[in-house]
């Protein structure tokens, strides 16, 4: 199995002096399901605005699909995110587009024609639930429905990966599951799925391979 | 293809940009085009004044008037020496009589005349100067006054140096303040596209995130500051056509000649001025989101 994700000692200094990140190593090969786990301030997030090059390496080396992230100039980045499925707090859902429109938003970008993306947008929301809710303003919608939409938004470009950072936050029991169990449906046709949680329970019920941080440092890289 | 679909997506999000914003939008199309109006306003004007120029140069005339003693050996004489001057091409002699008759012609002149004892006009020669140069002009008129039998010589040439010195003055402002006007539609359009950026950068940051381009994040702001400025160009051509048309009335009753070269051909300047407001527009929107999605992705 190649590796579609792999760290070689990384290390990650934001401006004031705190280390996110320090000396990490590991692989994720293709198709896995990791969880990245850990209290809040062990480097979950910044692994996964590595991988995603919202944040560059201080020290060694990010590599994704072969690419070096690190060395990718911000002409070529475009390219490396739209491969990539992102559920993340910082991608929130905007409020003034539908929900149609928001789910959309991956494919215009890479210039997907009206008719393709129609179709891919109302499959995209069927898959997640969410079926005939393409006029709804995300605001009308609940917090599970509104993680759903932006789970849809993360699949619909059909990503190699997709990263989520604390997808199951502030959802209840029968919501966490219901987006975890997307996750494992898209892992199952072969997606490589990486989670941010600290949720133990939503991770007990559907368990994985775990990568444990804490305070920056790879504790344990769980097994391939 | 795929560039076509990234512009109509561009024109959809430019339509969404400016229903967003539709009182800021509106504005800066009202101040652009006010911008835009000076200048053209100025340009059309010194045109006119340029192109009566041009028509009364085509025949730079000098007014001879013979001595009121003169008789028809003394006009023969004069016209001889007139016409052997370099740079006088023509000569034609008007007879006191039919100068009188001319101006009895005019409106209000007959009764005016009606109360003269007899014809206090003189014979006069007018001669065609061959080039309207001012100083070949005053050279000629200066020998024109030693001719015997020449006792006074008016020359249209002066004036009409001096209308085209202030024509060229003013088409001079015009350029003037095109330039200073053309700045200020780039800076005013410049901040519209930064404001509106601001409004929108959730948007913007998303996309980024999403893997849009610099290019695709800046588009639709750059095609609305192009909208813009066309809507403003036709704006400035509507403005300038409406004071056009007011300074025509105004003039027409007395200098119906100049109100009529105040009438600007229209679909040239509307083109011109929507090509401008469109390059200009564009000019300003570029600059304003040249280091959008360099700016930090998430707010």
Known sequence: MSATIRFAGVT???????????DASFELGEGEFVYLTGPSGAGKSTVLKLVAGIERPTQGTVF????????????????????????????????????????????????????????????ALEKVGLAGRERHKPLALSGGEQQRVAIARAVVNRPSVLLADEPTANLDRVAADAVLGLFRDFHAVGVT??????????MARHDARRIALDRGRVLDAGAA | MKALRAYAHALRRAWAIARSTPLLSLLVVVALATALALPMFAAAVAEGALAAVDRI???????????????????????????ALPGVAAVRFVSRDAALAELAALEGMGDLLAGLDGNPLPDTLVATLSDADPGTAAAVTGRIRSIPGVANVQSDVAWVARLAAIARAIRWVGVLLGALMAAAVVAATFAAARLQALTHRQAIAVSTLLGA???????????????????????????????????????????????????????????????????????????????????????
């Open chain 1, 12 to 22: 990650k200094r934001y401006p004031g002096g705190h280390d996110a990140l320090v």
């Open chain 1, 64 to 123: 994704v699909n072969q690419q070096n992230v690190g060395r990718l100039t911000a002409r070529s980045l475009p390219w490396l995110r739209r491969n990539l499925g992102l559920v993340m707090p910082e991608l929130g859902l905007l409020d003034d587009r539908t929900v149609g429109d928001n789910v959309r938003l991956p494919l215009d970008i890479a210039g997907v024609d009206r008719a393709d993306a129609g179709r891919r947008v109302r499959a």
């Open chain 1, 193 to 202: 799925v990486v989670i941010a949680t600290h949720d133990a329970g939503a």
């Open chain 2, 57 to 83: 140069d085509a025949k730079p005339t000098v007014s001879v008037f013979l001595v009121a003693q003169a008789g028809a050996k003394e006009r023969e004489s004069a016209e001889r020496a007139l016409r």
């Open chain 2, 213 to 299: 381009t610099r290019r695709w994040v800046a588009r639709p702001y750059v095609v609305h500051g192009v909208l813009q400025g066309a809507a403003a160009g036709l704006g400035a051509a509507a403005i300038v056509a409406a004071a056009l048309a007011g300074l025509g009335g105004i003039l027409r009753p007395t200098f119906p000649a100049i109100a009529d070269l105040l009438a600007v051909p229209a679909l040239p300047w509307t083109l011109a001025a929507v090509g401008v407001g469109a390059l200009l527009g564009y000019a300003g929107a570029w600059l304003a989101t040249r280091d959008l999605s360099s700016q930090p992705a998430v707010a």
